[in-house]
């Protein structure tokens, strides 16, 4: 007898458990509630963690598929743009040492690689400035569009930056009031299993038992379900990626006219890292480092010398981190997206992108039986554990790049133990050959294109030996779209508002809807 997928639980609240039920009721929204329901449980009694501020390009994508007005977004979870990351003192530690990593292509990426041509011709130009614009368009504090543009375009790719406390909200009512997702406040205090091993049920204080042929587990990091309840292992990678806490800290500008820094900014320090994130309202900070290397006071005293007196009598919010993901993400007729599945270092914002992807993939491969479903989640999981080592390499490509020695911190992340194999592999290959458009990163699996790779190694220092000649077939081309990238630059640099200025456009005025 088939068993048909109808019910649709999730447990858990917060950016990964909204996200995912906006995502697949967006999907299947012709099917709700006819033949296909969304319930999503979290508990009137547990707050999110609500420090996740950063994302990827790829969140403009989503929002406008599930429906949701970028205009509205911007109004309602204090959003602004971010148009990559600046990484200080990652590469040497000094005063002057940083790179970028932006969210666009090299010019003509996929047509030549311009990372060889740099090598042989670099004359003190950085490489994002020598392929790209956006490096320059974030030391001048620009928006990636205007307010003529229409909501989602842009005249540079972008992401946001958000507050998640506000975020998850504003997905709840849209969810709820134009996506047919059913929203149950309560408790659970019992998963209720079926004799073969599926989930049957959660049993809820306030609402009983609820039943599901599907559940996504967004309990967070107790993944109450996947974890606790199925018993599927986590795998830790501190051996490789050291930070296990985090202090986070919302500083107010020091009036409403600041600008606001258009990236993300990442600044090394002796045991970790401070992210600097600018919203319209406040900056969110925050230190990432490593309990084996510095303690807790100490820490906090590197954040607020780098914060200055504008921390000062603000309080910091202590998190622990555990860095890793679990062995399966899907088993049974459960999968976890979210904390649930694993977390890393928010060093290149990867968190909101992976509840997207993990959501997305439900979402297009909703198992129509039980009876296929297996199937179903033998692929997720392959594909998941896949992105999730990717993410791992790299993130350490940041730290094994280091030519830091001033602390044991710099010092380990270096040893060869802490890297993984593959990323090994790949150092010794970019030792003779730039990373390129064909290399294998252009997967459908893959979360970090070439140009990702190139950003990273050449902002800190990376050579890669090259044959003159092996690069002249492709000279002229290579010439071509240098050219073009700096008269691009200078016309982008020329056309575009001040970020602070647009976004203060959009909640006035609004965006062209599409």
Same mark, same amino acid.
């Given at each position: 007898?088939?068993?048909?997928v109808?019910?649709l639980?999730?447990?858990?609240?917060?950016?990964?458990g909204w996200?995912t039920?906006?995502?697949i009721a967006?999907r299947?929204?012709?099917?709700?509630?006819?033949s296909?329901?969304?319930?999503?449980v979290?508990?009137?009694?547990?707050p999110?963690?609500?420090?996740?501020?950063?994302?990827?390009?790829?969140?403009r994508?989503?929002l406008?598929?599930?429906?949701?007005?970028?205009?509205?977004?911007?109004r309602?979870?204090?959003?602004?743009?971010k148009?990559g990351?600046? &990484?200080?003192r990652w %590469?040497?530690?000094?005063?002057?040492?940083?790179?970028?990593?932006?969210l666009?292509?090299?010019?003509?990426?996929g047509?030549?690689?311009l990372?060889?041509?740099?090598?042989?011709d670099?004359?003190?130009?950085?490489?994002?400035d020598a392929?790209?614009?956006?490096?320059? @368009?974030c030391?001048?504090?620009?928006a990636?569009k205007?307010?003529? %543009?229409p909501?989602y375009?842009?005249?540079?790719?972008?992401?946001y930056?958000?507050?998640a406390?506000?975020f998850?909200? &504003?997905?709840?009512?849209?969810?709820?009031?134009? @996506?047919?997702?059913r929203h149950?406040?309560?408790? $659970?205090r019992?998963?209720?299993l079926a004799e073969?091993?599926?989930?049957a049920?959660? #049993?809820?204080?306030q609402?009983?038992?609820i039943?599901?042929?599907?559940?996504v587990?967004?309990?967070?990091?107790k993944?109450?379900?996947?974890?606790?309840t199925?018993?599927?292992?986590?795998?830790g990678?501190?051996?490789i +990626? &050291?930070?296990?806490t985090?202090?986070?800290?919302?500083?107010?500008?020091?009036?409403?006219t600041s600008?606001? !820094?258009?990236q993300?900014?990442?600044?090394?320090?002796?045991?970790?890292?401070?992210?600097?994130?600018?919203?319209? %309202?406040r900056?969110?900070?925050?230190h990432v480092y490593?309990?084996?290397?510095?303690?807790?006071?100490?820490a906090?005293?590197?954040?607020r010398a780098?914060?200055g007196? !504008?921390?000062?009598g603000?309080?910091?919010?202590?998190?622990a981190i555990r860095?890793?993901?679990?062995?399966?993400?899907?088993?049974?007729?459960c999968?976890?997206?979210?904390?649930?599945?694993?977390?890393?270092?928010?060093?290149?914002?990867?968190?909101i $992108?992976?509840?997207?992807?993990?959501?997305k993939?439900?979402a297009?491969?909703?198992?129509?039986?039980?009876?296929?479903?297996?199937?179903?989640?033998?692929r997720?999981?392959?594909?998941? +554990?896949?992105?999730w080592?990717?993410i791992?390499?790299?993130?350490?490509?940041?730290?094994?790049?280091?030519?830091?020695?001033d602390?044991?911190?710099?010092?380990?992340?270096?040893?060869?133990? %802490?890297?993984?194999?593959?990323?090994?592999?790949?150092?010794?290959?970019w030792?003779?050959?730039s990373?390129?458009?064909?290399?294998? &990163?252009d997967r459908?699996?893959? $979360?970090?294109? #070439? !140009?990702?790779?190139?950003y990273?190694l050449?902002?800190?220092g990376?050579r890669?030996?090259?044959?003159?000649?092996?690069?002249?077939?492709?000279?002229r081309? #290579?010439?071509?779209?240098i050219?073009e990238?700096?008269?691009?630059?200078?016309?982008?640099?020329?056309a575009?508002?001040?970020?602070?200025?647009?976004i203060?456009?959009?909640?006035?005025?609004?965006?062209?809807?599409?």
């Open positions: 007898m088939v068993r048909p109808r019910k639980v999730i447990v858990g609240g917060g950016t990964a996200l039920a906006a995502i967006a299947h929204k012709s099917r709700i509630p006819h296909f329901t969304v319930t999503l979290e508990s009137p009694n547990v999110i963690i609500g420090v996740g501020e950063g994302t990827w390009p790829t969140l994508s989503t406008k598929k599930v429906g949701i007005s970028e205009t509205d977004f911007f309602e979870c204090d959003a602004s743009f148009q990351a600046r &990484f200080a %590469t040497t530690g000094a005063v002057d040492d940083s790179y970028y990593h932006p666009v292509l090299p010019q003509a990426f047509q030549v690689n990372a060889p041509h740099w090598l042989r670099a004359q003190g130009e950085s490489f994002c392929v790209c614009p956006q490096g320059k @368009l030391d001048d504090g620009l990636p205007a307010i003529t %543009t909501e375009e842009g005249a540079a790719n972008y992401a930056h958000l507050d406390g506000k998850a909200p &504003f997905l709840q009512r849209h969810c709820t009031e134009k @996506l047919g997702v149950v406040l309560a408790d $659970v019992e998963v209720k073969d091993g599926d989930i049920a959660i #049993a809820t204080e609402a009983g038992d039943e599901g042929d599907l559940f587990d967004c309990t967070g990091f993944s109450l379900l996947l974890g606790e199925l018993g599927v292992p986590f795998v990678c501190r051996d +990626l &050291f930070c296990d985090a202090l986070a800290v919302q500083v107010p500008y020091d009036s409403e600008p606001i !820094a258009s993300t900014i990442s600044t090394a320090q002796s045991a970790g890292w401070i992210w600097d994130i600018g919203l319209p %309202t900056r969110g900070t925050g490593s309990s084996d290397h510095i303690s807790d006071d100490a906090e005293a590197e954040l780098y914060l007196p !504008a921390a000062d603000l309080p910091v919010r202590r998190i860095p890793g993901h679990r062995a399966q993400f899907w088993k049974r007729n999968v976890a997206v979210g904390l649930a599945a694993g977390f890393l270092e928010p060093l290149e914002a990867s968190a $992108v992976l509840i997207e992807l993990s959501a993939l439900i297009e491969q909703m198992p129509a039986c039980r009876e296929v479903m297996d199937v179903i989640a033998s997720f999981n392959a594909t998941t +554990l896949y992105r080592g990717r791992i390499d790299f993130l350490k490509l940041h730290y094994v790049l280091t030519q830091r020695t602390t044991d911190f710099w010092r380990d992340n270096v040893r060869p133990e %802490t890297v993984p194999e593959r990323l090994q592999e790949l150092l010794l290959l030792r003779y050959q990373p390129g458009f064909h290399d294998e &990163f459908i699996e893959e $979360v970090f294109p #070439a !140009a990702s790779y190139q990273v050449y902002g800190m990376y890669t030996e090259i044959e003159p000649l092996a690069i002249q077939d492709e000279a081309a #290579a010439e071509r779209a050219r990238n700096k008269a691009n630059t200078e016309r982008l640099r020329s575009l508002p001040r970020n602070r200025d647009l203060r456009k959009i909640i006035d005025h609004g965006l062209q809807p599409i």
